[in-house]
């Protein structure tokens, strides 16, 4: 059976290919077009699909549109309600649900041959759901959902069992923890739905003074559900501009809300459990790309296993339509191979670009041991290996890597991506090696979705990667899955003792992550970098640009 998942309605639009209940392709838009985000997430925007992703999904296993047995698209109008009646101030939401009950007509002009009457609407938080529990290790899980918003409502709590979903809990619109923290995220000076992870960042910096006063409007009620509406940020704290720095109010009002969020996401965890049992809790929904409060919700909730999906954002909902629509089908799904889904090329492929671009490269004996080279002289590789990853982490195929050992790196890579001062880089280790270095969160940790402390003996050792609070948010890498990673990581050991290697994403600020081998090439010559790894290839700024 073969499935096409879209996500289009609100950002981060996506494309995703399950087949007889196995994910095989995903792609978010911006990553062909370039567009942070794909798009904004305004009603006038609320028409655009991810055109060029779901393509290329088809392509890449060969198919058409005529071929798909069916097309999900992650939100059901037919549960929505207008903006007014929902308490939302959004004068043009009328504009978006319009949009949504006309998708399978877009649908059908965007991939001709297309059967409009093939699509079929998914709740978006069943969406979010059937991205997390099925897609995950533990398909017999409790499932968490918390984001801005869906239909009506801002949140699901259920249990499936079985490949089925019994929903035990949402809460009704208003309340919004996503809201909440995108209301924040907007007074602090930063891009709502957009910047939600340098309050995250900047909350570490802080102290939760103003903690008192947001509970009086961000709370837990008790029965699964919770209050999160009214906020008056700046009878707390004045407002941030854009480009004004930053101070300790500020700081401070983030580490408050970053403190609440916590707290009412540690009672609903512990609600959900009391009613659904299990050792085993999966999350899903923007909310869940807090790799802060999920650490805690593993270190101190009732759950022996914490699994959160990679594209836990919007983008995760065209997987999770796909996977729920197959499900309803009686296929069953297959656990989610790894998050490098995206689009990939071969050796002679990448090769043919490099000649095209007129670059000098090499092609050493191994890319790996000439890599872990490099970074152990202190120079920065942009690493481009495989299939791009589905979701917004860099995960071992398109990263940018550091020695950890020198402070200076944390400040040196920011410059290079054009960053805020405050906010961290992160640490890749072998899995075999991770408990040697971090403790207090799940490992083996994938999908650097947990933050760990660092051990007092390390912290002098690898200072790029060590964030003001004394955490670190780590990839593990597990030498079977990333057998390339693993070597490089064994030769930079090999090299400084260090078995950790700086990782952030290959970009450079308001930019998509790279993903094909133009946009390396484009990154690579406007950014201070001193290699290129290029699939087996190597190229060198001091013969590239000499």
Known sequence: MRILGINALFHDPAAALVVDGQAVAAAEEERFSRRKHGKRPVPFSAWELPELAARWCLEHHGLTPADLDAVTYSFDPALARPAADLGLDDPFDHLRLDYAR????????????????????????????????????HPDSAVLVLDGRGEAASHLAGRYRDGKLDTLATQALPHSL???YEELTEHLGFLRSSDEYKVMALASYGTPRHLARLREHVHATGDGGFRAHGVDWAALTPRRAPHEPWNQDHADLAASAQAVLEEV????????????????????????????????????????????QPAAGD??????GALHVSA???????PMPGADLGRGWSDDELRDWLDRAAVPYERPDDIAETVAEELARDGVVAWFQGRSEYGPRALGHRSLLAHP????????LNQVKGREEFRPVAPMVLADRAADLFSGGPLPSPYMLFVHDVAAGWRDRIPAVVHVDGTARIQTVDE????????????FERRTGLPVVVNTSLNTAGRPMVDDPRDALECFGSAPVDLLAIGPYAVRRGRAYA
């Not at 009613?275 to 085993?280: F, I, L, S, T, V």
């Not at 983008?315 to 999770?320: D, E, F, I, K, V």
């Not at 309803?328 to 297959?334: A, I, K, P, R, W």
């Open 102 to 137: 006309r998708a399978p007509e877009f649908l059908a002009e965007a991939l001709p041959g297309l059967d409009p009457a093939r699509v079929v609407f998914v709740p978006h938080h069943v969406a979010h759901a059937a991205s997390a529990g099925p897609a995950s290790p």
């Open 178 to 180: 996503g809201l909440v």
């Open 265 to 308: 996401l540690l009672d609903l965890v512990h609600w959900l459990h009391r009613e659904a049992g299990g050792d085993a809790l999966t999350l899903a929904g923007g909310v869940a790309l807090n790799c802060v409060a999920n650490s805690r919700l593993a270190a101190r909730g009732p759950y022996r296993h914490v699994w959160v």
């Open 315 to 320: 983008a995760g909902t065209a997987l999770g």
């Open 328 to 334: 309803q089908e009686g296929v069953t799904t297959l």
């Open 405 to 412: 050992g020198r402070a200076e790196n944390l400040e040196r």
């Open 480 to 491: 079977r899955q990333e057998p390339l990673v693993a070597r490089m990581l064994h030769g």
